[in-house]
């Protein structure tokens, strides 16, 4: 019985632990950032290997996902006539879920966990220590440009999703299923909201920018020193991140969607 | 010195990229084009009932769009729906006497604000009362008026 009190209760601390160095992590990052904008030549290089490798996995999931919400959506719209009504309802979802959600998703898998595998092997062949003994802050050198460039890719990539999968879900709607190009683009313009519909999405793949590229480095950084640890924690960025995002989606819907 | 070269513009055509997304929902999904000619003059409207009308429906005259609801209030003295329409500026020549009606689009539709133009010589200015208004027919009284006056003639 006791034993079971106490392995909670090493638990608990272990995990508050871990949570306290994360945000101390966290502002050692934020306490970077602004040193980077002298030499930025750092953070294009991780925009490179996080944003631009990003785009085809993106570009061609919001293809195939705007394609497939239009075909879905058409066999049930077509039941009440109102398949004039398929670009507000592929922009909609796009837009206010989708977008965000889907692409950090996959940015978590995509760029996630290669920040975390290669931190993590950084920290394991002890090149981050070797800076520090050059007098090189790592924080500063190799942390913080990967999560301004994480930061700034997020929004983009959302953005790129949804742009892309409304191209999709209208090749398929007008190309394939016949909708009226004018209803659909007509509908959808009338119905999607630049403040409350785009820029809402666009501020929720902000936050997810920024918790997913955070757990990424924080796994990285914090990973045993083996092979096996910095396997365990690129497993464990993909599945946090998941976490993350599903739960901050939800409160994120809510706070922003919730009177509508 | 070349890959460095090759990896600035690759970013460069990311960041491009992201952007013209961007632009491309702005313009081409959301309304934001709509609100370029939003600085128009504002009347006011007050309604019985104003049924399912939301902030944002549009406003339309002949069925052509001339404007869209800005606010809805209750008017805390005869206790009607104080409606706020803007309007276009393109369109500042409705007479005083115009009427506005609120109906509904198809049978399940989103409601919206018809004015029809009277025949007075002067036009309407920011901040002026629409005098002439018709409710929106809410589906449930007009059913029950029915029934109503069904009951009332079986009994005769």
Redesign the interface.
Known sequence: MIGIIRSLGRWGLSTFERLGRGHLFLVQILAGIPGLFLRF?LV??Q??SV??LS?LIIAVSGLFVGMVLSLQGYYVLVDFGAEESLGVMV?LSL?RELGPVVSALLFAGRAGSALTAEVGLMKSTEQLSGMEMMAVDPMRRVIAPRFLAGF??M???A??F???G?IGAFLVGHGLLGVDDGAF?SQ???K???YD??LNG?IKSIVFGFVVTWIALYEGYDALPTSEGVGRATTRTVVHSAFAILGLDFVLTALMFGEG | MLQ?KS??I??G???A??????F???M????????SDEVGYQVIAEFENIGGLKV?S?VTMAGVRVGRVSGISLDSVNYNARVTLSLYSTFDNLPTDTSASIYTAGLLGEQYISLEAGAEEEFLQNGDVVELTQSALVLEQVIGQFLFSKAEGDEE
Do not use: C, H, Y
């Open positions: 030549s294009i290089q925009l490179f944003g631009v785009v922009s837009v700034i890719s929004p983009l990539l953005a790129m949804s742009a892309v409304i683009w959808m313009q009338a999607t909201d630049w519909d785009i666009v | 460095k990896t600035e690759t970013v055509m990311f960041v990229a992201g952007i013209a997304a961007l491309m929902l702005a081409k999904v959301s309304n934001l084009s709509d609100f944002r549009p």
